[in-house]
């Protein structure tokens, strides 16, 4: 890798950690509930890892909800910014859980949900089995002679989902990180959540998308 390449991902390694931190904050405001064009309303939030940093100067913390406590907070009060997270998603009644990190904006510990298991009304011990090895035996040469691949494609659909879903919130990320929105009401925002100061999520909502919040 040439330096010239190296010194550009040195200077654009910033934009993985707001987005981490863009995530922790709207996971937050909007009680776990996020949402994208494509993929409607979805559960997303932290749990289990997260890890902030800045310089040589780091923050571990290990929780069944490592955001919602005070060092999390006053790390980031400290200059620190998430560096990786562990997160789970549950759409469409499906929860994955994963490890995304900021500099590479790498997925890491990828779980998804059970695959689809297909059962031939086989009962283990049988007593018709047992008596019968001969059967049994070309039972399994069969079983191995026709290999049934569908829980490959089955992983494989899970984790391109999982991906879209993904590439939709870091494009949404993007729109409002290069749009003056992130200067005028993004940043402050994250200035005051992370300082503990009470946040109105619904003007944010509506503010974010460029209409006036409702009258209450």
Do not use: C
């Given at each position: 890798?040439?330096?010239?390449?190296?010194?550009?991902?040195?200077?654009?390694?910033?934009?993985?950690?707001?987005?981490?931190?863009?995530?922790?904050?709207?996971?937050?405001?909007?009680?776990?509930?996020?949402?994208?064009?494509?993929?409607g309303?979805?559960?997303?939030?932290?749990?289990?890892?997260?890890?902030?940093?800045?310089?040589?100067?780091?923050?571990?913390?290990?929780?069944?909800?490592?955001?919602?406590?005070?060092?999390a907070?006053?790390?980031?009060?400290?200059?620190?910014?998430?560096?990786?997270?562990?997160?789970?998603?549950?759409?469409?009644?499906?929860?994955?859980?994963?490890?995304?990190?900021?500099?590479?904006?790498?997925?890491?510990?990828?779980?998804?949900?059970?695959?689809?298991?297909?059962?031939?009304?086989?009962?283990?011990?049988?007593?018709?089995?047992?008596?019968?090895?001969?059967?049994?035996?070309?039972?399994?040469?069969?079983?191995?002679?026709?290999?049934?691949?569908?829980?490959?494609?089955?992983?494989?659909?899970?984790?391109?989902?999982?991906?879209?879903?993904?590439?939709?919130?870091?494009?949404?990320?993007?729109?409002?990180?290069?749009?003056p929105?992130?200067?005028?009401?993004?940043?402050?925002?994250?200035?005051?959540?992370?300082?503990?100061?009470?946040?109105d999520?619904?003007?944010?909502?509506?503010?974010?998308?460029?209409?006036?919040?409702?009258?209450?």
């Open positions: 890798m040439s330096l010239q390449r190296v010194d550009r991902i040195e200077q654009r390694r910033f934009v993985g950690r707001e987005l981490l931190l863009w995530l922790w904050m709207e996971s937050e405001l909007f009680e776990s509930t996020l949402a994208t064009e494509e993929h309303s979805f559960g997303f939030w932290l749990e289990n890892k997260l890890v902030l940093s800045a310089e040589t100067e780091s923050t571990r913390i290990r929780a069944a909800m490592p955001g919602a406590g005070r060092e907070k006053e790390a980031l009060l400290r200059g620190q910014l998430p560096e990786s997270m562990g997160i789970r998603i549950s759409h469409e009644g499906e929860e994955t859980s994963l490890a995304l990190g900021a500099d590479k904006l790498g997925v890491t510990g990828l779980k998804l949900a059970a695959l689809k298991e297909e059962h031939d009304g086989h009962v283990p011990g049988d007593l018709v089995d047992e008596l019968s090895g001969k059967n049994q035996r070309r039972k399994k040469k069969k079983q191995v002679e026709e290999i049934d691949d569908s829980p490959f494609y089955d992983r494989m659909e899970k984790t391109a989902a999982v991906e879209g879903l993904l590439v939709a919130l870091y494009r949404d990320f993007l729109a409002l990180r290069l749009s929105r992130w200067n005028a009401l993004i940043a402050p925002t994250m200035r005051r959540w992370a300082m503990g100061e009470a946040v999520a619904e003007a944010y909502r509506a503010a974010k998308r460029g209409k006036r919040p409702r009258k209450r």
